[in-house]
């Protein structure tokens, strides 16, 4: 079964430095990728996603992430992180041709991203 | 154009009960996912449904059921409800059963 590992439970950044959050998957094949993010008491937004192609992926609020077939990561960074970027992190992967197909997102457990002044 | 909208936004029931979940997609968007977070956890895949049928369940027991009408808006059913049913229930929308999933703001059920 594909899993997804996300080795950081807690990340405190200061504000205005780079970030880097990472993301592992288990799977034979090379899943589809996304990132999402959850303020508290919200559901979740998307930041990004990967499907094929260029490994290096923009998303909105200035994230990009980048997949490495070899290392099957895909972590996610920002070159400066602003107060506002605090929040819990997600990880997902999925099968299908383009992503959550009939067997849903499979999502790691989550880094929370703590922005110190 | 609305997001994906879920009703009620916060519930507390008792164990035994019984609880309805609401969910309508973005308009245009024809399959619909439901998943349960625990407190301190990510998401766990529930169902998928896609134009009324069900198309993919994760590891539930059969307590948990769902359904899709004609307008694409979905129900999740929950049956004998026990104390670790409480969390926050997501329902996802995307364009077709495979596809980039959009979130709604989530359903938190509380059960004493």
């Known amino acids: 079964a594909q899993s997804v590992t996300q080795p950081d439970i807690h990340i405190t950044v200061s504000e205005g430095a780079s970030l880097e959050l990472r993301c592992n998957y288990s799977?034979?094949?090379?899943?589809?990728l996304f990132w999402y993010v959850q303020s508290p008491g919200q559901g979740l937004q998307l930041l990004l996603k990967?499907?094929?192609?260029?490994?290096l992926v923009q998303g909105i609020k200035g994230f990009e992430a980048e997949f490495k077939r070899s290392q099957s990561s895909f972590n996610l960074r920002k070159p400066s992180v602003h107060w506002s970027d605090a929040a819990e992190y997600f990880c997902?992967?999925?099968?299908?041709?383009?992503?959550?197909?009939?067997?849903?997102?499979?999502f790691g457990k989550g880094t929370h991203l703590i922005i110190q002044p | 154009d609305a997001g994906v909208t879920q009703s009620p936004t916060h519930l507390i029931k008792t164990r035994g009960q019984h609880v309805t979940l609401r969910c309508s997609p973005i308009?245009?968007?024809?399959?619909v996912s439901w998943y349960q977070q625990v407190l301190g956890q990510g998401p766990q895949f529930i169902f998928q449904?896609?134009?009324?049928?069900?198309?993919g369940r994760g590891n539930f027991p059969d307590r948990f059921s769902a359904r899709q009408f004609p307008n694409y808006s979905s129900e999740l059913n929950v049956n004998a409800l026990l104390l670790g049913d409480s969390a926050l229930y997501l329902c996802?929308?995307?364009?077709?059963?495979?596809?980039?999933?959009?979130f709604g703001p989530g359903t938190r059920l509380l059960v004493l």
């Open positions: 997902a992967v999925a099968l299908g041709i383009s992503g959550g197909g009939a067997d849903g997102l499979t």
């Open positions: 449904y896609y134009e009324k049928e069900e198309r």
């Open positions: 308009s245009g968007h024809k399959s």
């Open positions: 799977y034979g094949a090379t899943p589809y």
């Open positions: 990967y499907f094929s192609g260029d490994t």
């Open positions: 996802a929308s995307s364009l077709g059963g495979e596809g980039t999933q959009y």
